[in-house]
């Protein structure tokens, strides 16, 4: 039959961040959750993470034109040990306002779908990112993380960096690293939490039964309107469990 409403609605939270080299060893963090600023971005930061020999090569170039000599030797040889010395600060937009599309590009199971989510559509999304990487900039700035960065790397030598690095298949603007608005459009990420394509009321009831359908039910984040910053894997897995519940006692 047809669903005209299924894989419309798709969304993914936009990331965005930087990268920021340390002149002293940090501990390997993976990604934790820092706090939620008052205009709804999540922030979360990682440390200590391995990198690709082209990330060590691509940002040691980059680092020997920012630090003096003996700076950036140091720091080379830190990253020519696949240890990444630093971290690294996101920013994700919840919600979010934008959404895109999934749909199938031919009748084999095996194809790739197309997937479209429209990051930044909505003018919303984009000015909540701007506010996002502010406030990242405000953390990396003050006294308590001083220590943790090299004082002759600007943060617009941070936002140099990340512009330069192969984070998706973005061209670059000339603007890129001295509009926010730009560097958000041209660095976003995926962060894995897509969601929508059969959502409640369009596609599935509210006992997520697909409608016009016996039998077949859909139970996971697709039927999601929206999805906080948050790892959505807890919710996810309560909603499963819960309707699995509710099924057996029908």
Known sequence: ??????GQ?????????????????????????????????YIEAVSGLNL???WVQLLSKYLVTILNQTEAMVNIASFLGARLQGGIIIE???????TGYI?????????????????????????KCVQGMESIMNIVNSKSFSKFRYRTMSTQDLLNLVAMLPLNLRPRH????ISLEQFCIDTVMIIWHYHGGCQVGKVVDQDYRVLGVDGVRVIDATTFNFSPGTNPQAT???????????ILQD
């Open 52 to 54: 690709a020999p082209s």
């Open 236 to 246: 996810i897995m309560m909603l499963g469990r819960y309707m699995g519940v509710r």
């Open 92 to 98: 994700k937009v919840k919600g979010p306002i934008s």
């Open 9 to 41: 609605g798709m969304a993914d939270n936009p990331l965005n961040g930087l990268f920021i080299p340390s002149p002293l060893p940090v501990e390997l963090s993976l990604v934790s959750f820092v706090g939620i600023t008052r205009f709804g971005n």
């Open 103 to 127: 749909e199938l590009q031919s009748l084999n199971p095996n194809d790739t779908p197309k997937v479209r989510f429209n990051y930044f559509k909505a003018s919303e999304d984009l000015k």
């Open 174 to 177: 000339l603007n890129t690293r």
């Open 1 to 6: 039959m047809d669903q005209p409403m299924v």
